[in-house]
């Protein structure tokens, strides 16, 4: 069994920074993409930002030039560093892996922690 940990979420004023990890733990072989998922009140969950096991990242045009997605493959971890923050940015923000074990391949979801970027 495959579990990703989210934290680092919280109050924020707008402008202020963040920057939430997700750590994955259990039987893990591999992880190839690992990406942060956002969904406001009211909204569908969307992508925000994705990184490729080789280190390639790909973001939302809402974020892209203020957020930096980064991931350790030996630590199985992830991070989103988020600068320049707005109010719409809120959100609960998820970390989401496409994982490999010796018996299947996974797409495993965190938990998802709060965001929350007051004016």
């Known amino acids: 069994q495959v579990q990703l940990v989210e934290s680092g979420g919280g109050l924020v004023q707008a402008g202020g920074s963040l920057r939430l990890s997700c750590a994955a733990s259990?039987?893990?072989?591999?992880?190839?993409?690992m990406g942060w998922y956002r969904q406001a009140p009211g909204k569908q969950r969307e992508l925000v930002a994705v990184?490729?096991?080789?280190?390639?990242?790909r973001y939302a045009d809402s974020v892209r030039g203020r957020f930096t997605i980064s991931r350790d493959n030996a630590k199985n971890t992830g991070d989103l560093q988020m600068n320049s923050l707005k109010p719409e940015d809120t959100a609960v923000y998820y970390c989401?892996?496409?994982?490999?074990?010796?018996?299947?391949?996974?797409?495993?979801w965190g938990q998802g922690t709060l965001v929350t970027v007051s004016s």
């Open positions: 259990g039987s893990i072989f591999s992880i190839n993409a």
């Open positions: 990184i490729t096991s080789g280190g390639s990242p």
């Open positions: 989401n892996a496409r994982v490999v074990t010796s018996l299947a391949y996974l797409e495993v």
